[in-house]
């Protein structure tokens, strides 16, 4: 997969930390110039893009809160003046903001939506127009343009006293199918990723005791914790030509998570 993004311009959102600084690492490693997007700690994007400067590759660092539409819009207009384009999508930024549902807040729902959701419509819709306004460069890829939507196993797996995150990610599977269906024959590909439990901050409190981390294999019948390495090697290769008759679907990546482990001795 070495050089396979050679002269492609990719922006992963969120990608100061967790997932999205997986992503952004593996997407430089294999060639890509890339913006590292962040909403918060400008430090750590930084570390980042120091880290992904290493592999030869541009890298912008800009901060925009997804959720936000003129934030989005400026994001995309200056990496269009650096880099020249946007090959490729990575839509990564989420969070999650938990609570019991009965004890949900407005603000609780809106914020996680607005993030994982409306961020998501958002950014796609800018990357959409310019691969539109760009035109297909065969040179570059088979593709006029890919999206990355970065779901979870909770677009399938339920999840009480998470219904905001739930709904959010439940929502990304259909704005990508829908996406995809309207695009496919401009060929622009997107899909999704669907991570299960991966060692990053947003779960801590999952894996980082002992006795949390051997609670959580009752969850992966694999019987490892991903790593942001295994999301990072996934999305270079949907993102790549080496999946180009891969469109409209979603790739879980979760050591068996959605595979009702709690049926495995009988239930
Ligand atoms: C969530 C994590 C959780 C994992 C598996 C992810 O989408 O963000 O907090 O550990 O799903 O349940």
Redesign the pocket.
């Known amino acids: 997969m070495e050089n396979s993004l050679k002269g492609q311009k990719a922006i992963i959102t969120g990608s100061s930390s967790g997932i999205g600084k997986g992503v952004a690492l593996s997407l430089a490693a294999a060639g890509a110039d890339i913006v590292i997007n962040y909403a918060g700690s400008k430090e750590k994007a930084e570390e980042v893009a120091s880290l992904a400067s290493q592999f030869g590759g541009k890298v912008l660092v800009i901060k925009a809160d997804v959720s936000d539409e003129t934030e989005v819009k400026e994001m995309f207009s200056k990496t269009i003046q650096e880099l020249g384009t946007v090959d490729i999508l990575v839509n990564n930024a ?1 969070l ?1 903001k938990d609570a019991p549902f009965h004890e949900m807040t407005l603000d609780q729902w809106n914020k996680v939506i607005g993030i994982n959701l409306t961020g998501q419509f958002l950014c796609a819709r800018e990357a959409v127009n310019e691969f539109l306004r760009r035109g297909i460069n065969p040179h570059i890829s088979k593709a006029l343009g890919k999206i990355i939507c970065m779901s ?3 677009q399938e ?1 339920p ?1 009480s006293e ?1 219904v905001n ?1 739930a709904a959010s ?1 439940g929502g990304i599977m259909l704005l990508m199918k829908s996406i995809a269906q309207g695009y496919a024959a401009k060929k622009i590909r997107i899909n999704s990723i669907c ?4 060692r ?1 901050p ?2 801590k409190d ?1 894996w980082g005791t002992p006795d949390s981390l051997n609670k ?1 294999m009752n ?1 992966i019948p694999y019987k490892r914790i991903g790593e942001i390495e295994d999301i990072g090697k996934v999305a270079v290769w949907l993102a790549s030509d080496q999946s180009d008759h891969i469109n409209g679907t979603s790739i879980f990546v ?1 050591g068996g ?1 959605t595979l009702y482990p709690g049926f495995t001795t009988n239930g």
């Open positions: 989420g999650q979870s196993v909770h797996i999840w998470h995150y990610k991570p299960g439990a991966i990053t947003i779960n999952a959580l969850l979760d998570m």
